[in-house]
């Protein structure tokens, strides 16, 4: 996941997919459920990660780091390719 909205739709998934509702979570999670919907949507500018931890715990779900390689524009790319 790279974006806000696409974590806010893995988070609704699998809410939805355990049958909870967004208040039983939100509750849980010790957040506003305003707060939870926001993020489900993609609609959150910022979001701490300690909510995001209570969230996922509620949910059976953890949060992983995966390193990413950085690469270049396409026009980076195509000098690269002249080069050669």
Do not use: N, P
Not at 11 to 20: E, K, P, T
Not at 45 to 62: C, D, H, N, S, T
């Amino acid at each position: 996941m790279q974006t806000i909205l696409e974590l806010g739709h893995a988070i609704a998934d699998r809410r939805r997919s355990l049958g909870l509702k967004q208040g039983d979570v939100a509750r849980q999670a010790g957040v506003a459920q305003e707060m939870l919907s926001r993020l489900e949507r993609g609609r959150c500018a910022e979001f701490g990660a300690r909510k995001l931890l209570a969230i996922a715990a509620v949910l059976g779900m953890e949060v992983d780091f995966i390193e990413t390689v950085v690469s270049g524009s396409l026009d980076d790319l195509r000098r690269e390719r002249s080069s050669a």
